[in-house]
């Protein structure tokens, strides 16, 4: 990439650009769906999980059965509504604790970080030197991504010390949307649009984030789905963080 358009921030999704949807499809989301009957048989009540149930709607959390229900379809529909990204990062967690779960990053993610990181707190994130600060911006929870990047296949496993912010639905909003990228940006006002990176494998995230003056590029890896052809005439693509 040339000096000049060095970013200062890159803002990563995670599945499809950091690690494989298949981690998500075939292990995670399999995961919290055998922690499931459990969890809401033992924990039903428990001041620990009651304020995620508590986050479903009623009519759907009225039973364990009701919600588990409730559960399965909305996961077999991926659908990435909020309350149900809170509930899967709950579940995820024992699983990454007793090592069961562990974030497979694609070979270029971590040195790529730490190389746009080490370089930042040399030049004190001021940008010239090539470095830039790392965030995080993905359809997980911010609890879910913090167990993702502390619990990865790499050496060190843990990468959180490399990433400044974590942006989800929540705290940024939906991620097909430009006021989603303006919110965060304007929560670091030193750094104008221009000069934010954010990669995802979702052409209308990039979209998105286009029309909030960020650049944005595809990142088209293994096992994503194939692109409809006109992205390539129109937007920047890259298979792997080592063409940045
Ligand atoms: C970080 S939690 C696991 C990923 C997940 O649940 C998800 O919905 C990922 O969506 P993304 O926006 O990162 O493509
Ligand atoms: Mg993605």
Redesign the pocket.
């Known amino acids: 990439m040339a000096a000049a358009n060095k970013p200062r921030v890159v803002l990563l ?4 650009t950091v690690c494989p949807i298949s981690f ?1 499809k075939d292990v ?1 989301f399999p995961y919290a769906l055998s922690a499931l009957p459990s969890t809401l048989a033992q924990e039903w009540d428990s001041p620990a999980f009651s304020r995620y149930r508590a986050a479903f709607p009623a009519k759907h959390a009225s039973t364990p059965a009701a919600l588990a229900a409730h559960v399965r379809d909305l996961m077999s529909r991926d659908v ?1 509504i909020a309350y149900l ?1 809170a509930l ?1 990062g709950y579940l995820w967690e024992a699983g990454y604790a007793l090592g069961a779960l562990r974030a497979p990053l694609f070979g270029d993610v971590a040195p790529k970080v730490r190389e746009w990181t080490s370089a930042a707190a040399a030049s004190d994130g001021e940008g010239g030197g090539g470095g830039a600060r790392v965030m995080i911006y ?3 929870s911010v609890p ?2 913090k167990l ?1 990047f502390r619990h990865t296949n790499g050496e060190p496993a843990d990468l959180t010390g490399a990433i400044t912010d974590y942006f989800d639905t929540v705290n940024a909003g939906p ?1 097909t949307e430009p006021a989603s990228y303006e919110r965060i940006a304007a929560k670091y006002p030193e750094v104008p649009a221009g000069e934010w990176l954010f990669l995802s494998d ?1 052409v209308r995230e990039v979209e998105a984030a286009r029309e909030a003056g960020m650049r944005a590029c595809v990142v088209q890896r293994p096992g994503n789905a194939e692109l409809p052809e006109d992205v390539r005439g129109r937007l920047e693509v890259v298979e792997s963080f080592e063409e940045l």
Not at 13 to 16: L, Q, R
């Open positions: 999704d995670i599945e499809g998500v995670l990435k990204k899967q993905s359809s997980g879910a991504q993702l991620k979702n």
